[in-house]
Structure formats: C-alpha cells, structure tokens
C-alpha cells in the first residue's frame, strides 16, 4: 500500500460525510420507511417534516415548522406571513400521511409519460426534513376512473391516486391561515355580561 492510500480514502470518507450532511440529514430510516409500506409517501414521516412547499399554476404556499411536540409552531411564510392553524395543518398532513396508491404503473414508456403529463406536471407538493426533501407531482394527464397521476422525485414508477389525493395539490394560503382573532374572547360580550351583573347587584 502506498503512502498516499491512506490520504486518498481520507477524503473519500471526507466526501461521503458531506453528501450525508447535505443530501441525508432529516431522511427517515429505513425502519421508519419499511413501516410505511403499501402508503404513497413511504419516505414522508410527520414527525420530521421542517416545511411544507404547495406550488399549483401561479399559486405558492411555504408552511414553516418549528419547534416539536407541545412547542411545535407552524408559520405560512408564502405567499405572506402570517401565522397558520396547527389544526388544518395536522388534517393536511394526516391525508398525505395515510394516501394509498391506487394502482402503480411500474415502468411506462416516454409515450406513456407524455399522455399521464407527467413532464408537465400542473402541480408540485414539497415535503422538506431538514435538507431532505421528497418532492410529488401531479401530472396533466387524468386516468379514465378519475383521480390523477403522479410521480414521486424522479423516480421510474407512475402512480394513479384518488380525486381526495389530487385535491390536496390545490389547497391555498388562505386555507391554512388563522382567520382574525380565531378561538379569541369576544370582548364585548364580557363587558356586556359585567354590566348586566352591576345592574343585577343590590
């Protein structure tokens, strides 16, 4: 063995360490994986996903996660900030979260890609955890029973899923956003219910 071997697989270990750190940081396992076989997203845990991209035609929607369990926080940080309902979120995931494919198309053809649109996909979901990221399209094309085609990266295999799924790919900001002073007192009520008890006393 030369003098320079050790040096050589010194940096091949450097490099495989950054690819790890950039590419693999956040993936779920593949024990978490294998136990969300037969689901659409068996790469997609709840638990580690940071941020949530929605894009549909013009449409953009970024949710931002922070913190975990009772200090979890969820931000809509596009098209503006504001913050989002935890609970129209939690629902939201939980549909990605338990989708079933309906059937799966293990190899099509170019021709086959074209007629799904799976190269124009009208739609785009996003799952980040940490720099991981699986990405979902929606294809132009809509099978013969409804629902629509995606395809999940760039992977090989073209899925068929229901209309509940292709729904999910149109969820706007205002969706998510907390409307006004939601689960807030109403003042006024109380100020009413005060004087109505000075009125009362004797």
Known sequence: ??????????????????????FETGRPGRKEIDS???????SVVRERITRVRIASGAERVALLREGEGFDETWTLEEPKQAAADPEVIEDYLRNWEFAIPVRTLQSPSPEDLQNFGIETAKAEVTFEMGRAKVRVSLGSGSPVDGGGYVRIDDGPQVIVVSDDVVALFDRKADAFEIKGDAGAPNLSDLVGTEEDAAVAAP
């Open 1 to 22: 063995m030369s003098a320079r071997t050790p040096i050589i697989l010194l940096i091949v270990a450097a490099i495989l360490l950054a690819y790890v750190l950039l």
């Open 36 to 42: 969300r076989s037969g689901f659409l997203l068996e």
